[in-house]
């Protein structure tokens, strides 16, 4: 059975070292990590079996650090869109503050005092559109929150076993 696999595991390049070249019986391996080619009906349907068995484990170890790492990835981008966020909802908060400074101000004096809070308030806005802009992009990027590279190689795996399985 040939499972597609893009990562390398440590036990796999291990064994690729060791298993390339030729067979006991002087033939030549069918690929490295397979062992030798098997004759017709040479091999022991146990030893097939707990080979199968073996390799499935692997793979579903290899797919469970592909998700563990895919989703760490996702939640780097989602702790940094959600910390924007929470920069941008301070700064309107203090882009608030500061209009109401200017309205209060205002009305009690003509045109410099206001004028000078009116012109903050306007800088802290656009301030607090830029991290919230920027926020949204970072969470754009993490969506979904699934792990979809490792759902696809699943997929494939489980077609191309069950492929295997029906030769």
Known sequence: ?????????????ERATHDTGSSALGEPAATPGSGPVPQSGGEPVGEL?????QQLTELVRGE??????????????????GGL????????????????????????????VWAAA??????????????ALTGKKEISEAAPPAPEQTIQNVKADVAEIKESAHR
Do not use: C, N, W
Not at 64 to 81: F, N, P, S, V, W
Not at 118 to 131: D, M, N, P
């Open 64 to 81: 469970l650090r592909l998700a563990q790492a895919e989703m760490k990835e996702k939640g780097r981008h989602y702790g940094k869109g």
């Open 85 to 112: 966020f929470g920069g941008a909802g301070l700064v309107g908060f203090l882009t608030l503050q500061a209009l109401v400074a200017a309205a209060i101000a205002g009305l009690a004096v003509p045109l410099p």
């Open 118 to 131: 009116l012109i903050v308030g306007g800088v802290l806005g656009a301030l607090a559109g830029v991290l």
């Open 1 to 13: 059975m040939t499972v597609r696999d893009t990562r390398t595991s440590p036990a796999k390049t």
């Open 49 to 53: 079996v707990q080979r199968a068995s």
